[in-house]
Structure formats: C-alpha cells, structure tokens
C-alpha cells in the first residue's frame, strides 16, 4: 500500500464508500462535484490557484503533475476568467470523476474492482475495499479532531468538503465544533451551497454508520 499523501480527492472518495461493501454514501452528481471542490482546493493549496473573496483565479498554468488537477487546471486556463467557486464547480465537472478516482484508487491497493456483465452483455463494475488501511489513517484523523484536537490546515478543508457533501453525516454526528471549523471554508461551503440547491434533505434510517468512535485516540 501507497504512503504518500492523499490529495483532497483521494481523501473524500475513500470516506465516501461504506468500509463494509464499499457501498456509496452520496448521490453521483453530489460526488463529482464535491471531488471537483477538492481539486480546486488542492490547486489552491499548491499555489496555482489563487483566492480572491469569492472568486478564485489561476496564477501559475504550469502543470502539477497529477492527471486529475492538470485537467482542471488546464480547463480554468482555457476559460480564462475570475469566477466564483461555485460557477467553477459547474464548469468543471464531469460526469464520471468518480469512476476516475474509484480506478485510481485501486490502482494503490485500497479499493478492489470486481467486473461482470449485466444480462450477459453490459458491462459493470463494482467496487469495495480491498486494503482498509488509507481509509481507516483518513477516519482516524478527522475522528480526533471530532473529538476535540487541534486540526491542521489540511484537515480542516477535507472536514469541510466532506460536511457539505453530507458524507460526514453518514460518518458520524459532526456537533457544532466542526461546524464552526468548517465555517469559513470556501470549498466547503461552495458543495453546500450546491447540495441544498439540488438535493432533498438525505433520511437518517438505516444505512448510517458509526465509522469514528473506534479509530485512535
């Protein structure tokens, strides 16, 4: 298994699959675009994308090295403008992002695809975990600041993402100090923002997990 940091992406697809049977916890169009507000986030943290107030902006075109973010990055350049994180987060993303970092993923040994043929004819392709160990370092991180540690920059934005996308709430119970985190966050608030425009509150029943209270201390 790979040890190298996880971008802001990596980090969210993995808490967005239930560890048990890799079963999705948010709706695809949620998750596109809550991996989209990851990449702008990462290209911010890397400095090729600037904040101003609401607005973000490319101020080094030179490419990162990662597939994912140089396709963002290359599509912000071609646009050429000053937008609003959320116009980005529209003119951005791709239906299938997901599935891009569903196979990337596998590709580091921590999810396993399992392909067959609906009918005898189309194909499909699953996913589950195959090495719960990035997931459970992930889990184990946000569940100490949960609990009241002082979180990193880092740690703070991947918090940020995964309560506007609504995959913490099916984690855990946030309580208002994350909330107050989480707060000023921009590409937290961006997939929020996107979330309540789009989706009807997600029911609490049955399929929530409690994945934190058993991670380190």
Excluded: C
């Amino acid at each position: 298994m790979a040890t190298e940091q996880l971008t802001f992406a990596e980090e969210l697809m993995l808490l967005a699959h239930r560890e048990t049977d890799g079963k999705q916890l948010i709706p695809n169009n949620v998750l596109n675009i809550s991996l989209t507000a990851a990449e702008l986030a990462e290209l911010a943290a890397s400095g090729k994308v600037e904040v101003r107030g609401a607005d973000l902006a490319v101020v080094d075109r030179r490419p990162v090295g990662d597939a994912e973010l140089d396709a963002v990055l290359a599509r912000m350049v071609k646009v050429g403008k000053t937008l609003p994180a959320g116009r980005w987060l529209i003119m951005i993303n791709p239906v299938r992002k997901h599935r891009n970092y569903l196979r990337r993923l596998a590709e580091r040994g921590a999810f396993k695809a399992d392909r067959s043929r609906m009918l005898g004819l189309i194909p499909v392709e699953r996913y589950g975990y195959d090495d719960p160990t990035l997931v459970r370092a992930v889990k184990d991180r946000i569940g100490k600041v949960i609990r009241g540690q002082k979180p990193d920059a880092r740690t703070v934005t991947l918090l940020a993402l995964a309560h506007g996308s609504g995959v913490l709430g099916r984690l855990a119970n946030p309580g208002k100090r994350v909330e107050q985190l989480v707060q000023d966050d921009w590409a937290g608030q961006a997939v929020k923002a996107y979330v309540d425009k789009t989706t009807t509150k997600p029911d609490d029943s049955g399929d929530s997990v409690t994945i934190l209270a058993a991670g380190g201390s």
